[in-house]
């Protein structure tokens, strides 16, 4: 199937861990987006790649980190810098007619 | 800079009966817009958007929306709503003369669509 998968779906984090979330797309875009998401916010940019060795920070990136490799992954580090990472967490891609952004199911982190 | 608004944080309406989520935006050139829905513990799935050309745009299961640039608008409608259409919704806009690449989200909109 043709689209952006991200796993895990749900991930538990302890206090003082950083954890890394996945993020690949076969739909040969290039560029991708991290999203959180918090109820009553709507959608906040955390990093976006527009190609390959290329990222550039977003509205909240303070404590993630994100690595950009190869075309299909952008996987985003939620590192212990990060005060309040419990959110949900959405990575999509750019690309097609108008330059669509695409999304993938999305990752709950919650931190216990 | 490029914004977002939805005014409504929910909007309750009857099966069978039209149904309209407002957005208004603010961009310094030229805006693409975008509408996407949400269902709960899912990605967001593209609806619809506005690029240039007809005002009037027409996308996935039935919903349609209108660019009004004068009111810097583009509210999403459907003539008749399904309780399946119950969902959140999102406005977005990138503005294409700016050389700012990413899109703008507004705050979403839950739409009720009651029995």
């Known amino acids: 199937d043709g689209g952006i998968t991200q796993s895990p779906k749900y991930l538990f984090r302890k206090e003082g861990q950083n954890v890394t979330l996945s993020c690949e797309q076969n739909l040969n875009h290039d560029a991708m987006y991290w999203y959180r998401q918090d109820p009553g916010q709507g959608l906040r940019l955390i990093y976006y790649s527009q190609i390959v060795n290329d990222f550039q920070k977003g509205d909240i990136a303070e404590g993630y980190s994100v690595s950009r490799e190869k075309k299909e992954s952008f996987p985003l580090t939620v590192t212990s810098a990060q005060k309040n990472p419990t959110a949900f967490y959405l990575c999509a891609s750019r690309g097609g007619a108008g330059n669509t952004i695409y999304f993938g199911e999305g990752s709950w982190l919650t931190v216990v | 800079a490029q914004s977002v608004a939805q005014p409504e944080d929910q909007v309750n309406v009857a099966e069978g009966n039209p149904l309209t989520v407002k957005c208004t935006y603010s961009v310094s050139g030229n805006p693409y817009l975008f509408w996407y829905v949400q269902y709960p513990n899912r990605g967001l799935q593209f609806l619809l958007k506005y690029i240039t050309g007809d005002n009037l745009v027409k996308g996935s299961y039935g919903f349609e929306a209108e660019f009004n640039k004068s009111q810097t608008s583009f509210h999403l409608k459907k003539p008749s709503a399904l309780v399946s259409d119950s969902a959140l919704y999102f406005c977005?806009?990138?503005?294409?003369?700016?050389?700012?690449?990413?899109?703008?989200f507004g705050k979403g909109t839950m739409l009720l669509v009651s029995p």
């Open positions: 977005a806009v990138r503005d294409t003369t700016s050389g700012y690449s990413t899109l703008t």
